[in-house]
């Protein structure tokens, strides 16, 4: 077995890590959570909640400002048991950010979390990124320019992409898995005049759903196994921080700004009426048009907005919302169900009940052809030894560089074809590219899938597959920014690099760095 020297250095903070090394070839038989059967928690027992929206702390002419805590809570997953997180605020998932186009934001994030993860032992630095967002490169969550515990870093964001999903979450450097599975993830909406007109699902029909999956310790703690740095699959499936909800819905639409806040697990969504979901946006804003799906695949860190329609059901039906899951997943008898929608009203508003056939047509990525492509670039995402690589590089050698070294230096304005490549028939990778969006067109040499027929910042490049993507540059845009496979265990193992737009542009790590609490704040 190839054992990295970062291994060996684990292995001396965390006796866990030498146990965990054989899992390998016995991940699906020993990866359970270690509840006693009595404290499992029932499927579509827990209510289904949404995570709270944060309010500024102060807004001015232009801005509005908020302030994040990224402190320990607790949460119940298994009944009885509390479970210690991390979240923004001390909740997990974080509050909902809510912002208007060009109207910007700066958010403070104070870290202060404890000196020590609970299990694995390392020191919890953080850098937030808000994922999707043209953030310039010092307030993009640069994996290498971290808050430490007792620090604070004020991240400026712009806002000006058309209305959609976005969502932030830590990116610290090794240990963004981590961090992100204790509970460092929340949305952040964007809207915009042409989304608030159409007569899509709006406000209290408009409703968060951040999917992720645990392992549970039997004192009800998350447990951290990530199956020879391959990835972590749990047996149990959270919606909004809860185990198989079940949401009341009325008979209407309902909109589901789906986000896949997994470590690694990616899903296939079904519901079990075998009625299809609207897929009416994706990463980076509303599609063209509607997209009608029986079933999607959808990878970490990927958003989905679907419209189900609960007028077809009578009043007292459930409706399950399965996973199908794809290959090389870890499954288990209980990740096949994700939540229910029990429909307990008739609609008490029919306003915004439409999902019209032109969504956003003007979306200027989604107007990108090969043809404007003057420069082509290929990317492999090849396991190498222990080492998560792309085109053969890792986030080692960008540190190593002095962060000087980049894997592509594509110039302001221009645009782009970028192929993304995965040989192996043994695992799937979520590539993701900073800064940008853009255009799916092609895979495996055919169409895209309709689901993914709007604009997008992560793809899933699965076994064997091969993608091709449109990118514009914008003319005003530099500096470095991160590429790189969204399954956070392949990341934090390094399948992680950097490319930069004109020159290197401003240091990310030191131009505005984190700074101390005052000591009255602490
Ligand atoms: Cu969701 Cu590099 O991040
Ligand atoms: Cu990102
Ligand atoms: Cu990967």
Not at 204 to 225: F, K, N, Q, T
């Amino acid at each position: 077995m190839h054992i990295s020297r970062r291994d060996v250095l684990k292995m001396s903070v965390t006796g866990a890590a030498v146990v965990a090394l054989p899992l390998a070839r016995t991940a699906s038989a020993s990866s359970t959570s270690r509840l006693a059967q009595s404290l499992y928690p029932t499927r579509f027992e827990a209510a289904f909640i949404r995570p709270p929206v944060a309010r500024p702390v102060r807004t001015d002419a232009t801005t509005d400002y908020y302030s994040l805590t990224m402190r320990p809570g607790t949460t119940e997953i298994a009944p009885g048991l509390s479970t210690q997180i991390w979240g923004f605020n001390g909740v997990a998932p974080g509050p909902t950010i809510v912002q208007y186009r060009d109207r910007p934001a700066v958010v403070r994030q104070i870290n202060k979390l404890p000196p020590r993860h609970p299990q694995l032992g390392y020191l919890p630095w953080t850098s937030t990124h808000l994922h999707g967002s043209p953030t310039l490169p010092q307030y993009d969550g640069y994996a290498s320019d971290i808050t430490l515990p007792g620090q604070f870093k004020d991240y400026h964001y712009p806002n000006t992409l058309p209305a959609t999903t976005l969502w932030y979450h830590d990116h610290g450097v090794m240990h963004t898995g981590p961090n992100d599975y204790m509970g460092l993830v929340a949305q952040y909406q964007i809207h915009d005049a042409l989304e608030l007109a159409l007569p899509i699902p709006h406000g209290r029909y408009d409703v968060p759903l951040i999917i992720s999956d645990v392992l549970l310790a039997a004192d009800g703690s998350l447990l951290w196994e990530d199956n020879d740095e391959s990835g972590l699959f749990g047996d149990i499936i959270l919606v909004n921080g809860r185990p198989w909800p079940a949401m009341k819905v009325e008979r209407r639409k309902y909109r589901f700004r789906m986000l896949n806040a997994s470590v690694s697990r990616s899903y296939r969504w079904q519901l079990d009426s075998g009625e299809p979901f609207h897929v009416i946006g994706t990463d980076s804003g509303l599609m063209p048009s509607p997209q009608q799906v029986q079933q999607f695949r959808h990878g970490v860190a990927e958003r989905y907005e679907v419209v189900i329609d609960f007028a077809k059901y009578p009043v007292g039906r459930r409706v399950i919302m399965h996973n199908l899951s794809n290959d090389n997943n870890i499954d288990f008898a209980t990740t096949r169900d994700v939540m229910a929608f029990d429909v307990v009203a008739e609609a008490t508003s029919q306003a915004d009940n439409a999902i019209p056939d032109s969504l956003n047509p003007g979306n200027p990525t989604m107007a990108l052809t090969a043809a404007d492509a003057t420069t082509h670039r290929r990317f492999e995402f090849v396991r190498d030894g222990g080492e998560w690589t792309i085109n053969g590089t890792t986030w080692a050698d960008v540190v190593a560089s002095n962060f000087t070294f980049t894997i592509a230096n594509p110039s302001p304005g221009s645009v782009e074809l970028w192929e993304f490549k995965n040989d192996s028939g043994g695992w799937f990778h979520p590539v993701h590219v900073h800064l940008i969006d853009f255009k799916v067109i092609s895979r495996n040499g055919g169409p895209p899938m309709p689901h993914e027929l709007g604009p997008k910042d992560a793809v899933y490049v699965g076994e064997g597959e091969t993608v091709q993507v449109l990118i514009r540059f914008k003319p005003d845009e530099r500096g470095r920014y991160m590429m790189h496979c969204h399954n956070l265990v392949h990341e934090d193992h390094d399948m992680m690099t950097q490319f930069a737009v004109g020159d290197l542009g401003p240091d990310p790590i030191h131009t505005d760095p984190a700074r101390p609490l005052p000591a009255t704040r602490l």
